[in-house]
């Protein structure tokens, strides 16, 4: 079975950086929809960033951002690690969440930010940014 585990995050003040990242085992040979989402208390879930691991690491055609996040976030693959990446810029308070890898089998497409589509999920990291 395909097995999510999320790093990096932690505290940090507004207008840091943080890097998380999401290996993926169980996963040899095959390709995701890959990516971040995020959720604080009493909300729902939502998208953050995701990208298709098919290609190479530098092939982010099927990749997509949350607009309130575009500009200040990144988000990276290493195929040959099964890892993706999520470099956070710009931290303001409201990014505070804890942040979910997930994954599905399929291309990521314009319904990326459905959660319902994605069928693994890593535990979380908690990422807080103090003002």
């Known amino acids: 079975a395909v097995q999510l585990v999320e790093s990096g995050g932690g505290s940090v003040q507004a207008g840091g950086s943080l890097t998380l990242s999401c290996a993926a085992s169980?996963?040899?040979?095959?390709?995701?929809?890959m990516g971040w989402f995020r959720q604080v208390p009493g909300k729902e879930r939502e998208g953050v960033a995701v990208?298709?691991?098919?290609?190479?690491?530098?092939?982010?055609?099927?990749?997509y951002y949350a607009d309130s996040v575009k500009g200040r976030f990144t988000i990276s693959k290493e195929n040959a690690k099964n890892t993706v990446y999520l470099q956070l810029s710009s931290l303001k308070s409201e990014d505070t969440a804890m942040y979910y890898c997930a994954a599905h089998y399929w291309g990521c497409g314009a319904s990326w930010w459905d959660i319902s589509q994605y069928t693994f999920w890593g535990r979380g990291t908690q990422v807080t940014v103090s003002s």
């Open positions: 169980g996963a040899t040979g095959r390709t995701f929809c």
């Open positions: 990208l298709y691991t098919g290609g190479g690491d530098t092939d982010y055609a099927d990749s």
